[in-house]
């Protein structure tokens, strides 16, 4: 923690970065932390009560734009975020400092995302025992089952967006929910107009998600929409390999794609 604070301080001290996010104590849980001085960065605190993705703050315009150099602390799930944000020019390669949780449960300043990327390629990512526990759960259910299981979870959804807000993907500036000409989706919530906000969300995650779990973290009614995303990710592995630099699944074409899935 103190090397932690200390560390942001000297990087905010000497204008190595203009803020730093990471998170403080709150009422009942960490929340974040926008420190902008090291007076601030002394509120700072990292344990294993920080599950959040603060990557979701790098594509702020409020915080990050304008060329503003910033430092993060993040999970091993949260880098992988950064990364992608990086592959797809969400993130500038210079102004992003991180601070990156390691296995061993240390803390390891990454001076440059490509640092970043090769810790991931290099260590296995941490266990998501109750993911996939759940999500081969709800697979082995026969598809009347599993209907009846995501229309009963789906149908309690108020589309209140937190699952959105949550998310460091979903960065666009005008989301398919908020456009009404044409109207995708119907904005009030009914269980099938759910369905397909779900469906669409986890669509456009698909190769991008970092199965970081965030979008169920930040169910107010806590839905396991993470599970969805969880097992998209999987699927996606097994069909396409792991995403690379130069796009994915969803933007790119190969000859070779399987087409196994029509007809
Ligand atoms: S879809 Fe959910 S699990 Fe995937 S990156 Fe977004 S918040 Fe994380
Ligand atoms: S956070 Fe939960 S209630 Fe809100 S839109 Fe997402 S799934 Fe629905």
Redesign the pocket.
């Known amino acids: 923690m103190n090397e932690l604070r200390s560390k942001a301080k000297e990087l905010l001290d000497s204008k190595a970065v203009d803020l730093f996010i990471g998170y403080e104590e709150g009422t009942r849980l960490p929340r974040p932390l926008i420190a902008t001085s090291a007076e601030e960065a002394d509120r700072l605190i990292f344990d294993e009560r920080c599950t959040g ?1 603060l990557a979701v703050y790098l594509t702020r315009k409020d915080l990050a734009a304008g060329g503003r150099k910033v430092g993060i602390v993040a999970s091993y799930y949260a880098m992988r ?1 950064i990364s992608r944000l990086l592959d797809e020019n969400q993130l500038r390669e210079g102004a992003v400092k991180v601070f990156g949780l390691t296995q061993d449960g240390g803390l390891t300043l990454f001076e440059a995302i490509a640092d970043v990327k090769q810790y991931l390629q290099e260590t296995p990512a941490p266990s998501r025992q109750v993911e996939d526990e759940w999500a081969k759960e709800i697979a082995e259910m026969s598809a009347a089952e599993r209907w009846k299981y995501w229309t009963g979870e789906l149908s309690k959804c108020f589309k209140c967006y937190a699952c959105r807000a ?4 979903c960065y666009c500036t005008r989301c398919i929910v908020e456009v009404n000409r044409p109207q995708w989706l119907q904005p009030w919530a009914a269980t099938m107009s759910n369905m397909e906000w779900q469906l669409n969300r986890v669509m456009h ?1 698909a190769g991008r ?7 169920g973290a930040a169910c107010p009614l806590g839905l396991p929409v ?1 599970i969805i ?1 969880h097992k998209m990710t999987e699927i996606v592995r097994q069909n396409f390999g792991e995403p690379t630099e130069t796009g994915n699944v969803l933007s790119t074409f190969s000859p070779n794609d399987k087409e196994n899935f029509i007809g």
């Open positions: 993705n975020s949550a998310c460091p993907m995650m998600c970092s199965d970081c779990g965030a979008c993470h995303a």
